[in-house]
């Protein structure tokens, strides 16, 4: 069962008012918490995308508090690219595939089809995230194929974090590890830019 379903994320931490799906890679191996897990403490979150996101997203204003609840609220829902927990020498296997569109595991990633359709604006978080994204659209939403391109995106170099396309509804950056932690106030600071432009928040 895969960590999505088994802590009922759709029903205890789906938002009333969807404003924004922010959509990561994959939760990690079978032995990693997740992200809709609980932390004991918030002040010492052993999880680095959840640190780095709800610390982030409150600096800029978007959260009243940076908690999982303070998320929520805010409405905001976090899934991934692949939900299954992957070992981390697969999943880095999958990002370097991810780069060229190539990865078999996210052609068709259908649990984010009613999410993204509802949301006014999508976070794409890490190349697994944007090759997952772009197969989707590209299937499901042809309607949003300018706003979302398939095209090579180094979302590490400038012009990134950024929207994918002018005036696109889709926002573009890296997946927060312990390797960019410290850009992280900068990447949510150019989200917050970003969803406020677009009347969001």
Known sequence: M??????????VWQPRRLRCLVVGENPGDVKSAYF???????????????????????????????????????????DHAIRCPLPAEDVEKERNKARRYTVTRVQCPAHLRASLSQAPIVWVMGHLANNAVVN?????????????PK??????????????????????SEYFTWRNEKDSARICEAFSQFARARGVF
């Open 36 to 78: 809709y897990e609980v932390p004991g403490s918030y002040a010492t979150d052993p999880i680095v995308v959840r640190r780095c996101l709800l610390r982030g997203l409150q600096s800029q204003k978007l959260l009243a508090t940076a908690t999982l609840q303070g998320f929520r609220d805010a409405g905001f829902l976090f």
């Open 151 to 172: 095209e090579k995106r180094k979302i590490s170099w400038h012009p990134f974090p950024d929207e994918a396309a002018p005036g696109s509804r889709f926002f573009v």
């Open 2 to 11: 895969h960590p999505w379903d088994r802590l009922g994320v759709e029903h």
């Open 136 to 148: 989707l659209v590209a299937k499901e939403f042809p309607n949003l194929i300018k706003e979302f």
